[in-house]
C-alpha cells in the first residue's frame, strides 16, 4: 500500500512566481490536512479538507494561499506571488476520519525554496 | 485553543540509556488525543504512539511509552535502550476529540544518541 505522496519533494521558485504543491492521500483516505514547518520550528496547521470541501482553513493566511481536493485528482495547495518568507517545508497529512485514533499519516513534505 | 509546550529543544544522552522527553499541553476540551512524531534528518515525520485522554493505560508501542499524567497534564514519552538511530527531532502534538482534527505541535526536542 502507497503511502501519503507528496510532489515535488523539492521546488524552487523566484520572487513573485506560483508555486503548486501536490498531495495524493492513502488509499482509502478522504480527510487531508496541510501544516507548514518553518526551519528550526515545529509544524503549523494550515488546511483540512475533505473531498470538494474546505472545512477548516483558519491557518491559511488570508492572501496568496489557496487549497483544494477535488472529486478526481490529488489535492493542491496553491501559493502565488511567492515571497522569501515562504520558503519553508509543507507536509500533508491525510485520515480516515473519525474521532477516536484518527492516526493522521504524513507524506514526506515538499521543500519550497523562495530565492 | 490547543496548546503544546515542550521545554527541552535538545538532548545528548548515550546509546542503550533511557530517555524521556518532556511534553506539557494545555486544553479545555474533555477529550483528546495526544501524538508523538519523529522527525529523522532525512525530514518525514514518523508516528511513533498515541494516547487517547480517557485510556486508562500508559501507551506502549516497542521501545516507547509514553507516560500520561492526565492531572499534571504531562505526556512524556520515554525511550528504553535508547539507539544511534534514535537521533532525530522529536515532536509531540495533540488533537481534539471534538470538531476540527487539525494536530497542535509542539517546538520539538532534538535528541542525540552518543556512542
Known amino acids: 500500500n502507497a503511502g501519503v505522496m507528496q510532489n515535488p519533494r523539492h521546488l524552487v521558485r523566484r520572487r513573485g512566481q506560483e508555486a503548486r504543491l501536490r498531495c495524493s492521500p492513502m488509499?482509502?483516505?478522504?480527510?487531508v490536512y496541510w501544516y507548514r514547518q518553518l526551519p528550526e520550528e515545529g509544524l503549523k496547521f494550515m488546511v483540512y479538507?475533505?473531498?470538494?470541501?474546505?472545512?477548516?482553513e483558519s491557518g491559511m493566511p488570508k492572501e496568496r494561499f489557496s487549497a483544494e481536493f477535488p472529486k478526481e485528482g490529488p489535492s493542491i495547495l496553491r501559493i502565488q506571488q511567492v515571497v522569501r518568507g515562504d520558503s519553508a517545508a509543507y507536509f500533508c497529512?491525510?485520515?480516515?476520519?473519525?474521532?477516536?485514533?484518527?492516526?493522521?499519516?504524513f507524506g514526506p513534505g515538499t521543500r519550497l525554496t523562495v530565492l | 485553543a490547543q496548546k503544546i509546550t515542550q521545554t527541552q529543544p535538545g538532548m545528548f544522552v548515550q546509546e542503550k540509556e533511557a530517555v524521556t522527553l518532556d511534553c506539557t499541553y494545555d486544553?479545555?476540551?474533555?477529550?483528546?488525543?495526544l501524538f508523538w512524531y519523529k522527525q529523522p534528518s532525512s525530514g518525514e515525520m514518523i508516528f511513533l504512539i498515541y494516547?487517547?485522554?480517557?485510556?486508562?493505560q500508559n501507551a506502549t508501542e516497542g521501545r516507547y511509552s509514553l507516560n500520561f499524567q492526565k492531572a499534571r497534564k504531562s505526556a512524556n514519552l520515554v525511550i528504553s535502550a535508547s539507539q544511534l538511530g534514535d537521533s532525530a527531532m522529536y515532536f509531540c502534538?495533540?488533537?481534539?476529540?471534538?470538531?476540527?482534527?487539525?494536530?497542535?505541535f509542539g517546538t520539538g526536542t532534538r535528541l542525540t544518541i552518543i556512542p
Open positions: 497529512a491525510s485520515s480516515l476520519g473519525g474521532v477516536t485514533h484518527n492516526e493522521q499519516f
Open positions: 486544553t479545555s476540551d474533555p477529550s483528546y488525543g
Open positions: 494516547q487517547g485522554s480517557y485510556d486508562q
Open positions: 488509499k482509502g483516505h478522504s480527510h
Open positions: 502534538a495533540m488533537r481534539s476529540n471534538f470538531g476540527n482534527e487539525k494536530l497542535t
Open positions: 479538507l475533505q473531498k470538494e470541501n474546505i472545512i477548516d
